[in-house]
Nanobody, 120 residues
């Protein structure tokens, strides 16, 4: 079993930046695929950024050029969010699993509880 805890959320003005972190504990594997997802009120949870075990990254079109996903150590990851927009407001979740691309959020077994991001 793996436990994931997100942190770094908060309130920021449009155009500002936030850095989210995902800390993993329990059984972890450096080969895990890591992902960031978000869910706004009344909307389905959507993919934001992904990091494959080989270091390859992927981003939703809506955040390309503004967000950056990176691995800090074995399985801990960060999401640097720049030039934030009101439409970025959501609860952000990290997820992890041993997956092969292409992957979707339904395939992830391990999820954090989320951290709120509010942009105004």
């Amino acid at each position: 079993q793996v436990q994931l805890v997100e942190s770094g959320g908060g309130s920021v003005q449009a155009g500002g930046s936030l850095r989210l972190s995902c800390a993993a504990s329990g059984y972890t594997d450096s080969r895990y695929c890591m992902g960031w997802f978000r869910q706004a009120p009344g909307k389905e949870r959507e993919g934001v950024a992904g990091l494959d075990g080989d270091g390859s990254t992927s981003y939703a079109d809506s955040v390309k050029g503004r967000f950056t996903i990176s691995r800090d150590n074995a399985v801990n990851v960060t999401l640097q969010m720049n030039d934030l927009k009101p439409e970025d407001s959501a609860v952000y979740y990290c997820a992890a699993d041993l997956l092969r691309p292409p992957w979707s959020q339904a395939q992830f077994r391990y999820w954090g509880q989320g951290t709120q991001v509010t942009v105004s």
